[in-house]
């Protein structure tokens, strides 16, 4: 094997020469926001990418469309390093989350690793992780054994403000709730209705009483989906859709049983008929990032010039499905800070700056850090053993689950 430096360096050529394709891959997807499991053109591009720097591409991987791999085997049997991409937009929203920052981010660090895997024992696989916003790509591949092979993942996420080597995240569960009642004329024969909407203000209101005696990282938040169709009607059906949160999933089960029962007792209340659905490929485990692997991108930053801070204890979390990756096998996410100054995700802000010169300059060096970090992972093989020591140290402590 060349000696490391030599191999960071091609890696890093490899990235550089191709500079100005990533950006425009980068701002084509997000020109063409495509939302969960509807990722088609950007799952196109991304494909041909890879193919055009050499990787073998599986096209709808594990038959879930718009999911792919592309693999690159090294010169011998070795470990397999997983680098993820998400392309998802939001609805309406379009690009507000920056996925078209981490499908860049993902591919370039694909590149550099592709260039030097002929001196590599093991392999890279560059997969392509769709709907992450609320539809759980990852939690369907993992059930389909798309990681089934991985020894690591790893992918990053564009934050604002400070970039960190990994923080955590929220378990969480969506839950669509729904109640059904009697339409009647709301002037003339209301005692002969029952009101849906009821349950849904019921609900609201008994989630409001609970929210005072949760811990401070639960969170509980719902938007109505359907509250009637004319004013002079008794509604017959009412629906909302929740998010339930917490920084572990025991506790955020607790919440969730907790929840049901506030449905339950509103349906009680309003005498109308409960449906409560638990969206099963959206529930999101929390995130409990690889150190040692995490420890190399940190380095690999800072190596650029680049500050990386540690995660404060109050820092603001959202939840992913990266979550349940790092519930059965190594892996990070770290986030790279697109502006100094603060942005909130999810806005139109954020959505605006993710396509921006300084975001893109800013993700480049953060996917060649990615890059050196997997080929570090791949030529090393004491950092898979700590990393591996690490998970099951966390698994006997049932911190993380393992792997059924
Ligand atoms: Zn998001
Ligand atoms: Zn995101």
Same mark, same amino acid.
Request: hydrophobic residues 45%; charged residues 25%; neutral net charge.
């Given at each position: 094997?060349?000696?490391?430096?030599?191999?960071?360096?091609?890696?890093?050529?490899?990235?550089?020469?191709?500079?100005?394709?990533?950006?425009?891959?980068?701002?084509?997807?997000?020109?063409?926001?495509?939302?969960?499991?509807?990722?088609?053109?950007?799952?196109?591009?991304?494909?041909?990418?890879?193919?055009?720097?050499?990787?073998?591409?599986?096209?709808?991987?594990?038959?879930?469309?718009?999911?792919?791999?592309?693999?690159?085997?090294?010169?011998?049997?070795?470990?397999?390093?997983?680098?993820?991409?998400?392309?998802?937009?939001?609805?309406?929203?379009?690009?507000?989350?920056?996925?078209?920052?981490?499908?860049?981010?993902?591919?370039?660090?694909?590149?550099?690793? &592709?260039?030097? +895997?002929?001196?590599?024992? #093991?392999?890279? @696989? !560059?997969? %392509? $992780?769709?709907?992450?916003?609320?539809?759980?790509?990852?939690?369907?591949?993992?059930?389909?054994?798309?990681?089934?092979?991985?020894?690591?993942?790893?992918?990053?996420?564009?934050?604002?403000?400070?970039?960190?080597?990994?923080?955590?995240?929220?378990?969480?569960?969506?839950?669509?709730?729904?109640?059904?009642?009697?339409?009647?004329?709301?002037?003339?024969?209301?005692?002969?209705?029952?009101?849906?909407?009821?349950?849904?203000?019921?609900?609201?209101?008994?989630?409001?009483?609970?929210?005072?005696?949760?811990?401070?990282?639960?969170?509980?938040?719902?938007?109505?989906?359907?509250?009637?169709?004319?004013?002079?009607?008794?509604?017959?059906?009412?629906?909302?859709?929740?998010?339930?949160?917490?920084?572990?999933?025991?506790?955020?089960?607790?919440?969730? &049983?907790?929840? +049901?029962?506030?449905?339950? #007792?509103?349906? @009680? !209340?309003? %005498? $109308?008929?409960?449906?409560?659905?638990?969206?099963?490929?959206?529930?999101?485990?929390?995130?409990?990032?690889?150190?040692?692997?995490?420890?190399?991108?940190?380095?690999?930053?800072?190596?650029?010039?680049?500050?990386?801070?540690?995660?404060?204890?109050?820092?603001?979390?959202?939840?992913?499905?990266?979550?349940?990756?790092?519930?059965?096998?190594?892996?990070?996410?770290?986030?790279?800070?697109?502006?100094?100054?603060?942005?909130?995700?999810?806005?139109?802000?954020?959505?605006?700056?993710?396509?921006?010169?300084?975001?893109?300059?800013?993700?480049?060096?953060?996917?060649?850090?990615?890059?050196?970090?997997?080929?570090?992972?791949?030529?090393?093989?004491?950092?898979?053993?700590?990393?591996?020591?690490?998970?099951?140290?966390?698994?006997?402590?049932?911190?993380?689950?393992?792997?059924?």
């Amino acid at each position: 094997m060349s000696d490391p430096k030599a191999l960071h360096h091609r890696a890093l050529k490899a990235i550089d020469e191709r500079r100005e394709a990533l950006y425009a891959l980068s701002r084509a997807i997000h020109a063409k926001p495509e939302i969960a499991y509807q990722e088609r053109e950007a799952a196109i591009r991304l494909t041909e990418f890879l193919e055009g720097a050499g990787f073998t591409v599986e096209r709808s991987y594990r038959e879930i469309e718009t999911a792919y791999r592309g693999e690159a085997r090294g010169r011998g049997p070795g470990p397999t390093v997983a680098i993820l991409q998400e392309y998802d937009a939001l609805p309406e929203l379009g690009h507000a989350c920056g996925h078209n920052l981490i499908a860049m981010m993902g591919v370039a660090a694909s590149v550099g690793v &592709r260039a030097v +895997i002929d001196q590599l024992p #093991g392999r890279v @696989v !560059a997969i %392509g $992780t769709p709907a992450e916003e609320g539809g759980g790509g990852k939690v369907a591949l993992i059930r389909a054994g798309g990681f089934d092979d991985v020894d690591a993942a790893m992918m990053i996420h564009p934050t604002s403000g400070r970039s960190l080597a990994g923080r955590h995240s929220l378990a969480s569960n969506r839950v669509m709730v729904e109640f059904r009642g009697k339409a009647a004329h709301a002037a003339s024969q209301p005692d002969l209705g029952i009101n849906a909407l009821d349950g849904i203000l019921q609900l609201f209101n008994n989630v409001n009483a609970m929210r005072q005696q949760l811990r401070p990282d639960a969170r509980v938040h719902g938007i109505i989906t359907a509250g009637g169709s004319a004013a002079n009607v008794i509604p017959d059906y009412a629906a909302a859709r929740f998010s339930i949160r917490a920084l572990d999933r025991r506790y955020q089960q607790d919440v969730l &049983r907790r929840f +049901i029962a506030c449905a339950e #007792g509103a349906a @009680v !209340a309003t %005498g $109308t008929q409960l449906q409560v659905t638990v969206n099963e490929n959206a529930g999101y485990e929390n995130m409990v990032f690889s150190t040692p692997i995490a420890e190399r991108w940190a380095h690999h930053m800072r190596a650029q010039g680049v500050q990386v801070y540690e995660a404060r204890d109050e820092e603001r979390v959202g939840s992913t499905d990266m979550g349940n990756v790092m519930q059965v096998l190594p892996a990070i996410h770290p986030y790279i800070a697109i502006s100094p100054e603060p942005i909130p995700g999810h806005s139109i802000a954020f959505r605006e700056a993710v396509v921006g010169q300084e975001a893109h300059d800013n993700a480049i060096a953060a996917g060649k850090a990615l890059a050196l970090t997997a080929i570090d992972v791949l030529a090393d093989p004491e950092i898979l053993r700590k990393a591996r020591s690490e998970f099951e140290e966390r698994r006997a402590r049932g911190v993380v689950k393992g792997r059924s």
